[in-house]
């Protein structure tokens, strides 16, 4: 099975569009087969200043085309995605190991967000009266304006969603965007980018620079006006403080370590086989990505029979269509943090269920889908993000002692909960401490919701992204007040003295009449 089905023709073509003085050029390599991919020209700290100047420019008569203009764009730009289907799938698919079906729910998430800010966005940030302490005689009104520039950084695991889950509903705004690409999947990120082009969305607004990862992220923060960073914890912490030191704005969508709740009145062989996915879909790679499960005594035993039996059933392999369940780890560093995870545990006295070892006979970077259990707090695996295809389970004796348990962690970005009962899951879904919490799925049904936000609490990051607050966050908002002159507002002594009796008057209207 080949590593690509990218031409070289293509692959030259779409690197033409880097914003790079091609100084520098690093080999990217194929996770299905190890080989060289292509050699990714780098960009220079220069080319990001050079990029942001175009793209400030670029933005100028962006804005002034308006709503209605963007609209038409973006909605080309969605027809294209769905059109070029599977050349991104090819991309995605070569870029990052994933399988057939878990980089088509990458298009299907780019043509929905797409869409969703071409149609949303002239409601969402239309100029609206807001409610003045005077009525009558002071009226207020709120709009937005765009930031300006919006500095993007994505990492590799989900190159065409995170890319347009930030990036669409910047230029939706009226932003101009710089993007820092992953090295590994840059050519899926200017793979869609062109249909944005082609789409009608001027080349220089859409730049997108790849290169150290320090050295160029850290020139995308100090360039822009506001950041959208995805990553780890850790380098996000770092982003996050940069930005802050300069007033800069900023959004992080940072690490997780994210449970499941399988209650004692679930189906079990239904609950396990959704569950399954919620683990193991592209490799575990995902922020969102399942990696703790607290199952009620109960049902413990046939849910876990169940789960390592649709594990071992899973079809893994390099495939370019839709044969195979799960894939290929993206990069040799996940590969080596896996086996260090199920190492430490095992050496810890935690039990391999299933899997557990790498497959060379594959590719080099394939690994089981592996299930342990006997996780202890001693063990690295217990609190600390796999990013890969392992998932612990624990049998826990009450719900008391699952959400304990779940909310037990520095991270809060995604949780699920599976029972019989979708009132029953509602409830402790309301005791999670998680951005989003799915109820009978794993991470899809919040994650495809692109009207609802979707974002982490403690650890797992900072503001939104999708729904109204994903564009938000791109906007700034102002507010223009102004006299009708029915009335002079007090200036001097004698005015307060005339006029305080009936702005206290007003104000105790105003609550007979409960209006706030």
Not at 349 to 365: H, N
Request: hydrophobic share 45%.
């Amino acid at each position: 099975m080949p590593g690509t089905f990218l031409p070289r023709a293509v692959i030259d073509d779409l690197v033409g569009d880097l914003s790079s003085s091609r100084s520098t050029h690093v080999p990217i390599t194929a996770p299905f087969t190890g080989e060289k991919l292509h050699d990714l020209p780098y960009s220079t700290v220069e080319d990001v200043a050079a990029a942001a100047d175009r793209a400030r420019l670029a933005q100028l008569g962006w804005l002034a085309a308006g709503f209605a203009h963007r609209r038409r764009v973006l909605l080309r730009a969605h027809d294209l995605i769905l059109e070029r289907r599977e050349a991104l799938l090819d991309a995605a698919q070569t870029e990052t190991g994933k399988t057939r079906g878990q980089a088509f729910e990458e298009v299907f998430q780019s043509a929905s967000v797409t869409r969703y800010y071409a149609l949303s966005a002239r409601r969402i940030l239309k100029t609206r009266r807001r409610r003045s302490t005077i009525p009558l005689v002071v009226q207020t009104r709120v709009g937005y304006r765009p930031k300006g520039l919006v500095g993007v950084i994505t990492p590799w695991n989900f190159p065409l969603s995170l890319a347009a889950m930030d990036v669409v509903p910047a230029l939706a705004a009226g932003n101009a965007v710089l993007q820092k690409a992953d090295n590994q999947s840059a050519l899926t990120i200017l793979a869609v980018r062109r249909a944005f082009v082609d789409a009608g969305v001027p080349a220089d607004l859409w730049a997108i620079v790849t290169g150290d990862g320090a050295a160029i992220g850290n020139a995308v923060n100090d360039v822009s006006d506001y950041l959208s960073f995805t990553g780890s914890t850790a380098t996000g912490t770092q982003v996050g403080i940069r930005a802050a030191t300069a007033l800069r704005g900023a959004s992080l969508e940072l690490g997780g370590k994210n449970p499941m709740i399988v209650l004692d009145d679930v189906d079990p062989i239904k609950a396990a086989r959704s569950a399954v996915y919620a683990c193991f879909s592209s490799m575990g790679q995902m922020c969102v990505s399942i990696e703790r499960i607290y199952v009620q005594r109960p049902v413990a035993d046939a849910f876990t029979a169940e789960f390592v039996r649709q594990t071992k059933a899973l079809v893994q392999g390099a495939a370019f269509d839709y044969s195979t369940d799960v894939g290929s780890l993206t990069l040799p560093s996940q590969l080596e943090n896996t086996q260090a995870h199920v190492q430490d545990a095992v050496a810890k006295g935690a039990a391999v269920l299933t899997g557990g070892t790498a497959r060379p006979d594959l590719g080099p970077l394939f690994y089981e889908p592996t299930v342990l259990t006997g996780v202890t707090d001693a063990m690295v695996c217990f609190g600390n993000e796999t990013f890969g295809p392992v998932v612990a389970i624990t049998v826990v004796d009450s719900v008391e002692e699952a959400v304990l348990a779940t909310n037990d962690s520095e991270y809060g970005l995604n949780a699920a909960v599976f029972s019989g009962s979708r009132r029953r899951a509602r409830g402790v879904a309301s005791t999670i401490d998680a951005g989003s919490v799915n109820i009978n799925e794993g991470y899809r049904a919040t994650f495809s919701a692109v009207d609802a936000p979707m974002g982490g609490m403690k650890r797992s990051g900072l503001g939104r992204r999708n729904g109204p607050e994903g564009i938000l966050r791109f906007a700034e908002p102002r507010t223009i007040a102004e006299t009708t002159g029915l009335l002079t507002l007090p200036r001097v002594g004698s005015e307060f003295a005339r006029l305080g009796g009936p702005l206290l008057l007003l104000l105790r209207t105003l609550k007979a009449l409960r209006r706030r």
